[in-house]
């Protein structure tokens, strides 16, 4: 099992805190000739749907000396973990999570917004030191 990122413990109480119920941390998919540990699986009941809505959560945290770079390798993981879970769990929805601060200094970029919609990324903004979560982008 992979090691956590350091933000991994402020993500999940912020998902928390908005009644989502952490089901998997983390959420474990093998399939017959590869497996993945995304870091958290959450649900959460829409009473005005009255359905239940499933994620799952990438946590990157960017302090590595390039946020490009970090940003090319969240990107490629967030695609092929995407297509795993579509085999598995249709119906579950992948987000990464981006600490506020990149998001704001990074994720704002003119290109870097158009390789958000290329890849269709789905992105949860997060503030680690309040572990609230900011914004969620579809």
Do not use: C
Not at 22 to 36: A, M, N, S
Not at 61 to 75: E, I, N, P, Y
Not at 104 to 132: C, G, S
């Amino acid at each position: 099992m992979p090691a956590r990122d350091l933000f991994h413990q402020a993500v999940r109480h912020a998902l928390e805190k908005e009644d989502w119920i952490v089901t998997h941390d983390p959420l474990h998919i093998e399939l017959p000739d590869i497996e993945v540990y995304i870091d958290l699986g959450a649900n959460r009941l829409l009473a005005a749907k009255r359905k239940h809505q499933k994620i799952a959560i990438e946590i990157k945290t960017f302090l590595g000396t390039s946020t490009m770079f970090d940003f090319h390798m969240a990107v490629g993981q967030f695609v092929n973990y995407r297509f795993i879970l579509n085999k598995v769990e249709p119906d579950r929805k992948l987000y990464l999570a981006v600490p506020v601060g990149t998001y704001n200094t990074f994720f704002k970029r003119e290109t870097v917004q158009e390789m958000i919609q290329a890849h269709d990324l789905k992105i949860v903004v997060y503030n680690p030191d309040l572990e609230v979560l900011k914004q969620w982008i579809n």
